[in-house]
């Protein structure tokens, strides 16, 4: 089964952010997940150049719009790296066989009759490169997003016929419960789709840079039908010589912030019809991570800065913290102290105590070697079904709910060392069967946890699981009991060492 992911590509008039470290994140841990699962798995990323945003700041620093998304491109590349993303492919917009494929699909849509000349008037932000409706205008005729005030714009351009697939999407959604999730944003889109689509212009004339418009050179195409279809166009010329889109179109999901919305479930499957193109399965909007009031914190100062994350605690803590403290989905406040409380409590503390213990005792009492045994019936109860609840959070885009799953064994191994005391049981000969049974659970629990948790936190899984001497990742294995013992153990370093402050300090 073939499984396509994509992230928003990512606006190049900015730094990236813990925003953009967020989604690109979520989609990593679906596509590792998925080829866990043995599926086909294209992930794309990348970032969107053109607009009046991107000319508007490149003028701001002198330079041209070109020189400033090569210049910002390569900081989101890096953050991809940094986070160790595993995209198949990295877009951007100023790609010259995406403008291509661009122009090739709005000029069918245009041939299908659903573009025509119009005049178009209304409350437009520069920065959301978008009108505003009356309604969406905040504190009388301000952006709700940017917060300044806009003004009437108006213009002759070419108007795309959304009005005219209202009842199509309205038997899209009927048809697709999932097409947005969570359910909460199906139905936003929902009742603004009920409450009357208006047509809306695909292209702008003022403005000069962008994809000019096929069949009239005056103007270009509006920046988000330019960006919209980048998760289509990439498919075509991602690998030399091979056309991926019959193996990968439609996508699987989408993943994208609650603010682009409208967008994504609404213009976007419209636009694909127009083209007479396959509709993606799934958008899955995520919230917005908050940056409340905090006091400093001293080696990551009063933000959640991704590179100063990743220099200081290593990627996976970061990946582990932004998909742990919000639920996937919901708004949620995020801080450097509740990164470092995490930090401390549940990675230090939980996980890596775990496997740190479970190395050593079986190194003291059992001379490294994981013994042969059968996995104790109270922890395979409590195991029973956990892969599949992971792979079915994960098919639903609920990956906060499915790491909550696996922490909750975590918790369970760490009860289950407390209670059992192998310690005790090492001094009574007697015991030893027991011993074995307590130890082996311990070891092949550590493991199944560790499989699942690969996709949040890949390199730290790989180093456990090497010092565990079982090294596959397929979640087949994903299950207690699948390996017997006989595994030699090696070394493990501290897998989250405590960072001092005082030698980091910005
Ligand atoms: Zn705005």
């Known amino acids: 089964m073939s499984y396509y992911v994509t992230t928003p590509i990512y606006y190049v008039n900015g730094e990236p952010h813990l925003g953009h470290a967020y989604t690109t994140i979520a989609a990593d841990v679906l596509a590792r997940h998925m080829r866990q699962r043995g599926e086909d798995v294209f992930f794309l990323t990348g970032t969107d150049e053109h607009g009046e945003p991107v000319a508007q700041a490149a003028e701001k620093l002198g330079i041209t719009p070109r020189e400033l998304g090569d210049a910002n491109a390569v900081r989101f590349k890096e953050l991809a790296v940094a986070l160790n993303a595993t995209n198949d492919f990295f877009i951007r917009t100023t790609d010259p066989e995406h403008m291509a494929k661009v122009a090739e699909v709005v000029q069918r849509i245009y041939d299908n009759g659903h573009v025509y000349a119009g005049h178009y008037e209304g409350w437009y932000c520069p920065r959301c490169a978008d009108f505003k409706t009356e309604s969406e205008l905040v504190d009388g005729n301000q952006c709700p997003i940017h917060r300044i005030v806009l003004e009437i714009e108006t213009e002759d351009n070419w108007f795309f016929r959304l009005s005219a697939f209202q009842e199509r999407l309205e038997q899209l959604y009927a048809e697709h419960p999932d097409f947005v999730t969570p359910q909460n944003r199906y139905n936003e889109a929902l009742s603004f789709i009920k409450s009357g689509l208006r047509d809306f212009s695909l292209s702008r004339q003022r403005l000069k840079w962008g994809v000019p418009v096929p069949w009239d ?23 030399p010589g091979e056309d991926l889109t019959d193996r990968f179109w439609p996508a699987t999901v ?72 919000v639920s996937f989905g919901s708004d949620g406040e995020v801080s450097p102290e509740g990164f470092e409380t995490r930090y401390n409590t549940e990675l230090a503390n939980e996980y890596g105590n775990l496997a740190s213990r479970t190395l050593a005792m079986i190194g003291r009492y059992r001379d490294g070697v994981v013994p042969d045994a059968k996995p104790a019936t109270e922890v395979a109860g409590e195991f029973e ?9 994960l098919d639903a885009v609920e990956i906060t709910p499915a790491l909550d799953e696996i922490w909750r064994r975590i918790k369970l191994l760490n009860r289950y060392v407390t209670e059992e005391e192998p310690w005790q049981l090492a001094k009574d000969e007697a015991q030893a069967e027991r011993l074995d049974e307590v130890l082996y659970t311990l070891a092949e629990g550590l493991r199944v946890v560790s499989v699942l948790l690969h996709p949040f936190m890949p390199r730290t899984v790989e180093r456990l699981l090497e010092a565990l001497g079982r090294e596959d990742l397929s979640l087949d294995g994903a299950q207690l009991g699948a390996v017997g013992g006989g595994a030699e153990l090696g070394e493990l370093g501290q897998l989250f060492p405590r960072v001092e402050a005082e030698a980091s300090a910005a």
């Open 217 to 239: 050179d005056s103007q270009v195409i509006y920046v988000w039908i330019d960006a919209l279809l980048n998760y289509y166009t990439a498919l075509s010329y991602a690998r």
């Open 254 to 325: 989408h993943l994208i912030g609650k603010d682009i919305l409208k967008f994504h479930a609404v213009i976007w499957p419209a636009l694909l019809m127009a083209a007479d193109l396959p509709v993606p399965e799934r958008v899955g909007i995520h919230g917005f991570l908050l940056l409340g009031e905090h006091k400093m914190s001293k080696s990551l100062g009063n933000v959640i800065e991704p590179f100063r994350v990743v220099e200081l605690y290593g990627e996976d803590a970061l990946r582990f913290y932004a998909m742990r403290e």
């Open 385 to 393: 079904g956990l892969r599949q609840a992971v792979c079915e959070r």
